[in-house]
C-alpha cells in the first residue's frame, strides 16, 4: 500500500496552501461577494459555476458537484492520484510529507468523504447504529448462497447472518462515511411471491441509496486496482471475489444515482467498469454516466451476441454476468465496451 496519512495532519498540509492563489494562475475569477468564480473546465459551463471561497480555502462547482479542498482540486483539474496530490501540496507548502503522520487507508476515506460531503438532500432521518447491532442476527452462512457458489469465508468478511424470526438472509448496511445505518434482508422463502413478501427489504429506512455496499471491505482493493466493478447486488459481488475479484462495489440498482456518481469520482480510479444483470437499460446506463465520463473511463459488461448465442441466456431471467460461472464471467469481462 501507498502512503496512508493521517486527517488531522491533511487538514494542516492543505491550511499552508492558498487554493485561490495557487488556482488563479490558470484560471480566470471573477468577484463574488466573498467568493470568486470561473469557468467549470470539467464541462460546457456558461456561467461561471465553479467557485472558490478564500475564507474557507474550498472549491464547489454548482454545476457538476465537484469540490473539497487543494488536494481535491489537483485530483480533479490535474488528474493526479490522491498520493500524487498529497506530495504536490507537500511540495507547494514546503512540508516533506514522509514525515506527516500516518492512518490507515479506511480512515483517509472516510475522512475525504466527509470533507467533500455535498449538502445532504436525503429526506430520511436516518439513525446510526451501534456495531453491536449485528450481533441480533445468528452468525451462520446461509446454505443456499453456498449451493450457489458463494464462498462462506467471503460471506463472513460481508457479515452476511441470518435473522431467524423473519426467516430472512441479512446483510449490514454503511453510509458514506462507513457508519452503519441499517440491514437489507433477503426472504429465505421460495414462495416469497405468492405470500406477497417483497424479495428484498430495507430494516431501517434509509433513503437515497446515497452509498455503495462494499466500500467498508473493498476501498483499499479499488485503490490498489486502479479500477472497480459495480454491480447490481451484494451476490455477484461475492460471488466474483470468490474468482479474485476484491475489488467490487454494488449499487443495489440497475443505475447509479448522482450521489453514487460523486462517489465514484471521489474515488478517483481510472477504471469503472459496470457489470448489471443483462436486462440492463442500456439507456440509463449511457445517461447516468455521462459526468461520470468526464472524471475517469466507464466500461460496460454486455453480451452483444445475437439472442440465440447469448452466454447468459434470455433477458427476462435477469442474470448477472457472473452467474452461468468464472469462465462464462471472465468472456464477458474481457469484452466490457467502453462508454
Ligand atoms: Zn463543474
Known sequence: MANNYDNEALIELCSKVDLFEYASKDMDFEGRGDSYAAHCPKHIDKTPSL??????????CFSCGVGGNI????????????????EKVGLLAGVDVKNLKQCSALKVYKNLARITEPKK??????????????DKYEDKTPEEWIDEGINPDIMKKYNIRIDNITNRIVYPVY???????????????????????????NYQKIGTTDFFI??????????????????????????????????????????????????LIKLGVKKVVIAYDNDVDMKKIQEC??????????????????????????????MSPCDKGKVVWEILYKERRRL
Not at 488536494?71 to 498529497?86: G, K, R, Y
Not at 438532500?121 to 446510526?128: A, E
Not at 457508519?179 to 405470500?195: A, D, S, V
Not at 451476441?305 to 431471467?317: C, I, Q
Request: proline residues 1%.
Open 289 to 318: 454516466t455521462e459526468k461520470l465520463r468526464k472524471f475517469t473511463n466507464v466500461y460496460v459488461v454486455t453480451d452483444r451476441r445475437f439472442v440465440k448465442d447469448r452466454l447468459l441466456g434470455s433477458v427476462e431471467d435477469k
Open 51 to 60: 467557485v472558490i471561497t478564500p475564507s474557507k480555502n474550498l472549491f464547489h
Open 121 to 134: 438532500k436525503s429526506v430520511v432521518d436516518r439513525v446510526i447504529l451501534n456495531d453491536s447491532e449485528i
Open 175 to 201: 453510509d458514506s462515511e462507513l457508519r452503519l445505518i441499517g440491514f437489507k434482508g433477503r426472504t429465505r422463502y421460495k414462495n416469497y411471491k405468492e405470500m406477497k413478501i417483497k424479495k428484498y427489504q
Open 214 to 263: 462494499g466500500m467498508k471491505e473493498n476501498y483499499e482493493n479499488i485503490i490498489v486496482h486502479d479500477e472497480v466493478i459495480i454491480f447490481e447486488g451484494i451476490k455477484s459481488g461475492m460471488k466474483v471475489e470468490g474468482w479474485g475479484y476484491n475489488y467490487w462495489l454494488s449499487s443495489e440498482t440497475g443505475w447509479l444515482n448522482d450521489e453514487q456518481v460523486l462517489l
Open 71 to 86: 488536494i481535491n482540486w489537483l485530483m480533479t483539474f490535474e488528474n493526479m492520484s490522491f498520493n500524487d496530490a498529497v
